[in-house]
């Protein structure tokens, strides 16, 4: 079968379909002069693979190889400021200068390292094998005995002839030899590469084309001149050189690495660039190590604290100095105890100067605990698991197509939670790509009563019981009569179906209508030898929508030949199927710049029609004058269509009587057949003169289907704050549809549109004068940029959307414009930039990321996307799609835009959230703790002398309070997930940075100070020098010093169970268990032999455990030394509530369902100007009643 | 307890081979990876403020109260020696008549009892301004030697007190090299009164730390002697003014036992003191008293601080809590509805 399958498109040539893409001779011959010279010096000889001087096909994407993994790593290491200083003081810590005993101090230094090295380790390794997974996929290769075997991609070699077959990726930039097709054409979707949905057409020279089998190529040989690799995507210059005869190539010839072969059975190419040398790889950036802000921040705190160290460090060593020289005067010993007579350097009154100097790096090692050794490891596994978490979470599961959501760096949680600006790409990522048609307005009469997702995210967003009324809707005949779901086609409506459109009032316009979408257009049949079904091969799903709409109505287009296109359809006078013939005669396609297609037929009646299909600006202008009595009416039918995000074409047609038509293809043909270089004007101009008085027969609605869920997703985000741009390499058009189909856009917003389509600046561009261009292009988009910006600034009450084409992207992200179009954008509420290329996605999102110095989503499918997603602060990748590029680029992937939704507000907030409460606490411990040995400094005359054990103080931050700042970070939530959703403005927490600005972690560490304060005053006075037993005992430093460690371990532990409000099993282990662990260790510790233990020997067991003031003063510290922070959260919650604080109260109170309260709370928040929710507001203040209207009608 | 349950849209268990999620919806692990744990969310509402300041109030100030009446319930005689026992001829060069070998250190004083003090009564001398935790200080010992004896020879660690002509000094170090060399013996009115000084170290230290057969050996012998000396035919276990002192204290101002009077000391007795006043604590300003005090369950010594460190917190705690009850009641907002 497959067999019969190609020899069918084989009778036809398609070119013949494509008036202007083919056969374009306008090589311009100067570029060819460049060959040779630097920058177009590559040299290929088909057929004699060459690895010698050129790289492999194998790409790498990792961050480390097996060389550089230990320095580079090491590098990232100690980067960190915090990492260097404990580097050093784990040097010193070997010599006498160290206030503790050497192996207590380095060993949390190299267990850190450690497992940070294996961690990036790991997720290397991850990388190297989604690499492996792409340099292993399989292509056939011509291989020296002339046999096409399939080889791996890897393999390939510059000058190697691959054949890649239907649907396939091109594994490497190759030069089109021929294809299945006679005239060697192939169809090429280079979604991945600049996001346009379109099929490209690609066509090799004649020269080659003759190469259809195997035993073709044995003889082939030929020398390709070429450029050398770069990253433009549009241009190549190049020449082929077979039997001493050169000629020239263009991108027309080229076929791209990542791009797919569509339609086309099989293809034969040369490679020509390999791995990191092809056209996609080299607009790939290398993987930037990205870093979250808060880390950034953190970082800043840790000089704050390294800044805090060295000043108590110096106030004690002044200290010090001071009283050391004081113990020596004049010969006469002060404190003869310590011998000032006969002292080492270290101790020395009388260079008292240089002992405070070494003194100083003493006391550095010593508060060494103000800096948080364990802080960054924390993180690191806490942000493992949390990432564990997002990718087990069964609600961004796709069951379809079997994909988590993957956290692929872990390091950018918390980033997650602070998203100001989500830049997003459109096809793939809002859109399935796939057109469905929805709607129709024949003659004046709507039908179609598909529902899109826009009316149903605005049904549900009214909550409404319509919404229940659209599901009995659905279930009842939202199917079609087969009980199938037919791609493209969602169109019901009993009227016209199933061949009632007979009984219509109007049904000759109707089989006029269906006619021309069964006629008009480039589509290629492929019936099905078995059932006899026919598809479709269209160059864009929106084509193929059309052609199979009209054969789901009964107008079933089944056969096109070179010159015909049949139909099966059914006659109205008999009542039966019939075929019936047109013969085509013209084609005058569609294009960007005609927004229209048209085809000329002769009917079997020898009447000649010119069926016509465009866009309704272009169309409505081509009507004939004596208007229909319907064009009004149709006119709103459009307007209503393209607010629900459809996109619409104006349908109309014409008889032309024979001496028109003789008269217009003289023209026409000539024109085709000229080679000058107007040759596409005059097409054109011959084009525009039979394309007028049309008569108009109606409009057809397509919806570019939208993910599931987008709409509702995309209100959300808006609700939360968040920013939506659009980003796509689309066309204007279609990028405003989407935007009203995702609510980006609405009716009542003001368009602020940047184009350069003016005709002034057409008529420039045809001088050729790049100069000229360039000035008069640039000059255009500064007006109407600052035109803009003077709107915005005049009027205050009215939303904005910015929608900018690629061209004049170009000129608004120059260095000198790009302040005034930041300020544009970001003062509207949504952005659509359209016809982008990647590079332009990538300076867009810079120019955010740099501009607002906010955080930026990024989110993309495509390898087009790849610039955009490692530019931004967070790049995310839809994964689920054939192709990997985007996912391998990103740092989270999901399946589903929806997904996106729990990402940011659920995982996202309680990540931020979570690693900013974890810090600041992490930050509090580590006071307490220093701050206790810095105070008991002050009454150990500045010497050094810890006031406890070395074992155990290097414990502090490893056992007895490492786990519950763990379980904080990894655990703790303020809302439930529901509540998260519920109220999506909770998420404003993140992007306003509320949790973690100076204020809070000043706040914290000011805490930690008064509590260090309470601990040690009221302790030591209670301990007082009296004896603390009954039995006589006073308390020297060992029992002191233990219970002073205790109240930290219990007062922090405690801290943490008040700080969080949210406990499960999980949490009372950890922190009731830490504080158990520390007496654990101290009876263990202390039972150990005292040539170890030390001054801890049998501490606990002989000396505290039994003396009633031991845990008295316990009980009194903590409580003591928690008031402060309690007494400040109570007045907090109180009256300086947060959101949460709101919630948890609401949801205490069980009112948290109470939509009244919701409301409340919703309209306290800033108020989104994007998203259904926005759109129903300004609906109802319209008070058009027009939703009511819209859903009620069936 | 409040359990929510997960809005789970994906039900459909289709084929469960080679999934990249199991489709167990259940069970504790389930629920721990959708972070759907049964939990307890507490909520600080004003209510709650109240109550735990005012459970806090409630509990502390009694325990307050408690160890306040502890603490007083303790006799407590501290004496202050080091000025009273200088000759007047020296109270303007202390540092030379502490030096003066020449001169006696024997000094009697007097002092009468206030109250009744029951047996036992501990007896300590109180050294202040002495920084014991000096770190120099608290470093210059050998703690192997100190149980193992002579047998130690890495003695490192004692500089500067290592060796003496040439041979090593045992105990080593400025601890033992600095001993605390006051004696003090009592009598009430001509009857001696006993003083138990057996027993006055921690039962481990005698036992794991000091070696029942090391004997102190070269002790003293340098030239510039520091405090007192030892008896090198008693075993260092058996010399508890020196374990006693080798526990360094934690603050410049600490207590040291010497030792317990066995009989009850009624009010109005005058006991006198006998002092040795040998240790310098004269050239850094450093106080030396004498202390004798009966026991409670709390602690030997008279220490108020605790029970009032209760009742100022208890006190705020009870304040604070009735300061939000007053905001509250003239103030009553009902919550989730914002000003």
């Known amino acids: 079968m497959p067999e019969q399958r190609r020899r069918k498109p084989r009778k036809i040539r398609p070119s013949k379909l494509y008036s202007f893409a083919c056969g374009r001779s306008g090589f311009n011959q100067a570029d060819q002069s460049h060959l040779g010279q630097p920058g177009f010096s590559r040299v290929v000889y088909a057929n004699e693979p060459d690895s010698l001087s050129f790289p492999s096909n194998n790409i790498s994407t990792t961050k480390y190889n097996v060389f550089t993994f230990i320095p580079k790593s090491l590098f990232e290491q100690f980067r960190r400021v915090a990492n260097m200083y404990f580097l050093i003081t784990a040097c010193l810590a070997y010599t006498d200068l160290a206030p503790y005993s050497s192996t207590s101090a380095v060993y949390p230094l190299v267990l850190v390292i450690l497992v940070t090295m294996l961690k990036e380790l790991i997720e290397d390794w991850r990388r190297k094998q989604q690499d492996n997974d792409v340099n292993n996929r399989k292509t056939l290769v011509l291989n020296a005995d002339g046999k096409f075997k399939y080889s791996q991609w890897k393999n390939l070699r510059v000058g190697d002839i691959v054949k890649v077959q239907k649907d396939e990726f091109f594994p490497a930039d190759l030069i089109l030899l021929s294809s299945n097709y006679e005239d060697s054409i192939c169809y090429v979707e280079t979604m991945n590469l600049d996001g346009e949905t379109n099929l490209k057409l690609k066509q090799s020279l004649e020269k080659t084309s003759f190469l259809q089998e195997e035993g073709d190529f044995v003889e082939f040989k030929a020398k390709i001149r070429c450029e050398d690799p770069n990253a433009d995507l549009y241009t190549f210059v190049g020449s082929i050189e077979i039997d001493e005869q050169s000629h020239p190539l263009s991108p027309q010839q080229l076929l791209l690495r990542d791009s797919k072969l569509r339609n086309t059975d099989y293809v034969y190419g040369v490679v020509v660039f390999t791995g990191h040398d092809t056209k996609v790889m080299q607009n790939s950036m290398s993987a930037p190590s990205k870093r979250s802000k808060i880390e950034r921040k953190m970082d800043r705190i840790i000089y704050l604290l390294l800044s805090l160290l060295v000043l108590i460090s110096t106030v004690g060593s002044v200290f010090f100095g001071i009283w050391t020289k004081e113990d020596l005067e004049d010969g006469k010993m002060k404190r003869w105890y310590l011998r000032p007579d006969d002292t080492s350097i270290l101790y020395d009154p009388k260079k008292a100067a240089v002992s405070a100097i070494l003194h100083f790096l003493t006391a550095m090692m010593l508060y060494g605990y103000f800096i948080p050794i364990s802080l960054y490891i924390s993180i690191e596994i806490v942000k493992l698991l949390q990432a564990q978490f997002i990718n087990r979470d069964i609600q961004m599961y796709h069951e379809e197509s079997d994909t988590p959501a993957h956290a692929r760096t872990s390091n950018l949680n918390e980033e997650l939670g602070q998203v100001n600006t989500i830049l997003s790409d459109k096809t793939g990522t809002l859109t399935c790509n796939s057109m469905e048609f929805i709607k129709c307005s024949i003659g004046g009469v709507a039908y179609g009563r598909g529902v899109t997702e826009v009316e149903k995210a605005m049904a549900k967003r009214r909550g409404s019981p319509l919404l229940i009324e659209e599901r009995e809707d659905e279930n009842g005949t939202g199917i079609n009569a087969e009980g199938t779901k037919i791609k493209g086609f969602n169109f019901t409506d009993e009227r016209i179906m199933g061949g009632n459109w007979i009984k219509e009032e109007n049904r000759d316009i109707i089989e006029k209508f269906f006619h021309l979408l069964a006629v008009c257009h480039t589509c290629i049949p492929d019936v099905d030898e078995l059932s006899g079904r026919v598809s479709y091969e269209a160059e864009s799903p929106d084509e193929a929508a059309f052609v199979v709409a009209a054969r789901e109505i009964g107008f079933e287009f089944f056969q096109r030949t070179q010159a015909t296109v049949s139909l099966n359809e059914l006659d109205r006078l008999s009542g039966t199927i019939k075929k019936r013939t047109y013969d085509l005669l013209n084609v005058l396609e569609f294009n960007s710049a005609r927004k229209r297609m048209s085809v000329i037929v002769r009917d079997e009646n020898g009447k000649l029609l010119l069926l016509s299909k465009g866009a309704d600006s272009v169309m409505f202008e081509r009507l004939s004058k004596e208007k229909s009595d319907y064009e009004e009416i149709t006119k709103v039918h459009i307007n209503t269509y393209a607010d629900a995000g459809l996109r619409t074409l104006v349908l109309a047609y014409r008889e032309i009587d024979e001496n028109e038509y003789a008269y217009f293809n003289k023209k026409f043909t000539d024109a085709k057949n000229s080679v000058s270089a107007d040759r596409d004007e005059k097409i054109e101009e011959a084009a525009d003169f039979i394309e007028k008085n049309l008569i108009l027969l109606g409009a057809t609605a397509v919806e570019d289907k939208l993910q599931q869920g987008v709409p509702e997703c995309i209100d959300k985000l808006a609700q939360a704050g968040i920013k939506i741009w659009v980003l796509t390499g689309d066309k204007l058009e279609t990028a405003i549809n989407i935007g009203y189909a995702c609510s980006l856009l609405r009716q009542g917003m003001k368009q602020i549109l940047i184009t350069l389509d003016s005709p002034e600046i057409i008529s420039v561009e045809k001088t050729g004068d790049k100069e000229a261009i360039a000035k008069e292009s640039k000059q255009c988009v500064v007006k109407q940029i600052n035109e803009g910006n003077r709107l915005i600034s005049a009027i205050r009450n009215e939303s904005f959307a910015l929608i900018i084409d690629g061209k004049s992207l170009t000129y608004a992200l120059e260095d000198d414009t790009k302040q005034i179009f930041l300020n544009l954008a970001m003062g509207c509420g949504s952005v659509i930039c359209c016809r982008s290329s990647p590079k332009q996605k990538a300076l867009v999102t810079r120019l955010v990321k740099t501009g607002t110095k906010k955080v930026t989503l990024a989110i993309g499918d495509g390898a087009n996307d790849v610039g955009m997603l490692q530019e931004a602060d967070i790049g995310v990748g839809i994964s689920g799609a054939e192709g990997m590029q985007a996912v391998m680029a990103s740092d989270v992937s999901i399946a589903q835009f929806r997904f996106l939704e729990r990402l940011l507000l659920v995982h996202g907030h309680w990540c931020y959230r979570r690693i900013a409460s974890m810090i600041c606490y992490f930050f509090y411990k580590n006071i307490v703790f220093g701050m206790t040995l810095f105070i008991y400094e002050r009454y150990a005359s500045f010497s050094g002398q810890a006031a406890y054990n070395d074992w155990a103080m290097s414990a502090y931050n490893v056992f007895f309070t490492s786990l519950p700042v763990i379980a904080l970070g990894v655990f703790d939530q303020d809302v439930s997930a529901r509540f998260c959703l519920k109220f999506p403005m909770l998420y404003q927490e993140g992007p306003h940075d509320d949790l973690f600005r100076w204020s809070r972690i000043l706040g914290w560490m000011s805490n930690g100070t008064v509590t260090s304060v309470i601990i040690f005053f009221l302790l030591t006075f209670s301990f007082g020098p009296q004896s603390f037993r009954s039995d006589g005992q006073p308390a020297d430093l060992a029992p002191l010093g233990a219970a002073m460690y205790t109240c930290c371990v219990w007062a922090v532990n405690i801290q943490m169970a008040l700080s969080i409000s949210y406990f499960t099993l999980i949490q009372h282990i950890f922190i009731w268990g830490s504080i158990a662990l520390w007496y654990i260790f101290l009876l263990a510790y202390g039972a150990i032999t005292p040539t170890f233990s030390t001054t801890y020997y049998m501490v606990f067991v002989q000396e505290l455990a039994s003396a009633p003031l031991f845990w008295l003063a316990i009980l009194c510290v903590s409580g003591a030394a928690l008031v402060p922070y309690f007494s400040y959260k109570a007045v907090q919650t109180s009256f300086f509530p947060g959101l949460h604080d709101y919630i948890q109260w609401m949801r205490h109170e069980g009112r948290a369902d109470d939509p009244e309260l919701g409301q409340v709370i919703r309209q306290a928040s800033a108020r989104a100007t994007v998203g259904v929710s926005a759109r129903f507001d300004a609906r109802i203040n319209q008070q058009t009643g027009r939703v009511h209207h819209v859903v009620q009608t069936p | 307890m409040e359990?929510?349950?997960?809005?789970?849209?994906?039900?459909?268990?289709?084929?469960?081979?080679?999934?990249?999620?199991?489709?167990?919806?259940s069970g504790a692990l389930y629920r721990f990876k959708q972070?759907?744990?049964?939990?307890?969310?507490?909520?600080?509402?004003?209510?709650?403020?109240?109550?735990?300041?005012?459970?806090?109030?409630?509990?502390?100030?009694?325990?307050?109260?408690?160890?306040?009446?502890?603490?007083?319930?303790?006799?407590?005689?501290?004496?202050?020696?080091?000025?009273?026992?200088?000759?007047?001829?020296?109270?303007?060069?202390?540092?030379?008549?502490?030096?003066?070998?020449?001169?006696?250190?024997?000094?009697?004083?007097?002092?009468?009892?206030?109250?009744?003090?029951?047996?036992?009564?501990?007896?300590?001398?109180?050294?202040?301004?002495?920084?014991?935790?000096?770190?120099?200080?608290?470093?210059?010992?050998?703690?192997?030697?100190?149980?193992?004896?002579?047998?130690?020879?890495?003695?490192?660690?004692?500089?500067?007190?290592?060796?003496?002509?040439?041979?090593?000094?045992?105990?080593?170090?400025?601890?033992?090299?600095?001993?605390?060399?006051?004696?003090?013996?009592?009598?009430?009115?001509?009857?001696?009164?006993?003083?138990?000084?057996?027993?006055?170290?921690?039962?481990?230290?005698?036992?794991?730390?000091?070696?029942?057969?090391?004997?102190?050996?070269?002790?003293?012998?340098?030239?510039?002697?520091?405090?007192?000396?030892?008896?090198?035919?008693v075993p260092l276990s058996e010399q508890e003014d020196l374990i006693v002192w080798m526990r360094t204290a934690a603050l410049p101002k600490f207590r040291k036992l010497y030792g317990v009077i066995e009989v009850d000391l009624d009010a109005n007795d005058v006991v006198s003191i006998h002092i040795a006043n040998n240790y310098n604590t004269y050239s850094f300003g450093g106080r030396k008293r004498v202390v004798l005090t009966t026991s409670k369950w709390l602690g030997a010594g008279k220490n108020s601080f605790l029970g009032l460190a209760y009742l100022v917190t208890g006190t705020s705690s009870l304040l604070l809590s009735i300061l939000f009850a007053l905001i509250h009641v003239r103030n009553p907002r009902p919550h989730g509805h914002s000003t």
């Open chain 2, 35 to 233: 972070q759907n744990l049964p939990d307890w969310r507490p909520a600080l509402t004003p209510g709650s403020v109240i109550t735990i300041f005012l459970v806090m109030g409630f509990f502390f100030i009694p325990m307050g109260l408690v160890c306040l009446h502890a603490s007083e319930s303790v006799v407590e005689i501290a004496y202050r020696y080091d000025v009273d026992c200088v000759p007047e001829s020296y109270k303007n060069d202390k540092v030379a008549y502490i030096k003066d070998s020449s001169v006696s250190k024997n000094c009697t004083r007097r002092i009468r009892v206030d109250k009744y003090m029951k047996a036992p009564i501990f007896v300590y001398y109180e050294l202040d301004n002495f920084y014991q935790n000096h770190r120099r200080y608290v470093k210059s010992r050998n703690d192997k030697q100190l149980l193992y004896g002579l047998k130690q020879k890495d003695i490192g660690s004692c500089d500067p007190v290592q060796t003496t002509n040439g041979l090593p000094i045992l105990p080593c170090g400025l601890i033992a090299w600095s001993l605390f060399n006051d004696s003090f013996n009592f009598a009430r009115r001509t009857e001696p009164l006993k003083l138990n000084r057996k027993n006055i170290s921690w039962q481990s230290d005698r036992e794991h730390k000091f070696g029942k057969d090391v004997y102190p050996f070269n002790f003293q012998n340098g030239s510039l002697i520091g405090g007192g000396s030892l008896d090198p035919k």
């Open chain 2, 3 to 25: 359990v929510e349950e997960a809005t789970t849209s994906t039900t459909g268990d289709g084929d469960t081979t080679d999934r990249a999620f199991s489709t167990a919806h």
